[in-house]
């Protein structure tokens, strides 16, 4: 505990709290009467938050500006580099996607050059030797594999995927997500006069928040 704090004044706090909570285990509202005495209880919880809050106020400011001073100085080294690393990572990907990407065609465009080659070879002995039975019988699938993805030592690539909206008309109910916010911001500013399809309005009292 600092010096700005003094062991007085949380154990002066300590008991208030307690006392707080205490009473709010008793709390129930059954009439009126019982609603008074919980707005009264209310009353004294928050007289408590506010001296709790002005105790700890310049322990809190002097720490915060201590803080916010040296994360400045931190951030002034530490946000280049995580630009620089940021810039590096994206080249890196892009880089590793396009390479895959050509190995990729490169594969497809062997595979259908070294089939159309079978077939030209079969349909040639078929010609030489006017046996054309092995023009109907189905060839065995040829696949030429990729390029393999390139290793780093202390690097490695993950598949990952992203998406873009291209027609908003096709895509899923199950994946046009409800903006509850606005809904609510336009029920507010409408008092709940104005429905919205798909919603229920519902009305209940909130305390008031005061200072």
Request: hydrophobic share 40%.
């Amino acid at each position: 505990m600092s010096d700005m704090v003094k062991r007085t004044d949380t154990e002066e706090l300590s008991k208030a709290v307690g006392q707080i909570l205490d009473e709010l285990s008793l709390i129930e509202i059954t009439n009126d009467a019982d609603l008074k005495q919980a707005a009264e209880f209310r009353e004294a919880a928050k007289s408590t938050l506010k001296a709790v809050t002005k105790t700890f106020a310049p322990e809190r400011e002097f720490y915060y500006d201590t803080w916010k001073a040296v994360k400045e100085t931190e951030n002034q080294f530490a946000h280049p580099l995580e630009e620089a690393i940021s810039i590096a990572s994206k080249k890196m990907s892009d880089y590793v996607t396009a390479r895959e990407e050509r190995a990729r065609a490169a594969a497809i465009l062997a595979t259908n050059t070294l089939r159309s080659k079978i077939q030209d070879a079969v349909i040639n002995r078929a010609i030489e030797t006017g046996d054309d039975s092995e023009l109907d019988v189905d060839l065995a699938p040829v696949v030429v594999k990729p390029q393999e993805s390139i290793k780093i030592e202390g690097t490695s690539f993950i598949l990952d995927w992203d998406i873009e909206l291209v027609d908003f008309a096709k895509v899923p109910d199950k994946f046009k997500m409800v903006d509850m916010s606005s809904a609510k911001k336009y029920v507010k500013a409408t008092k709940g006069k104005e429905e919205i399809p798909g919603f229920r309005i519902i009305e209940k009292r909130q305390i008031r928040q005061s200072v």
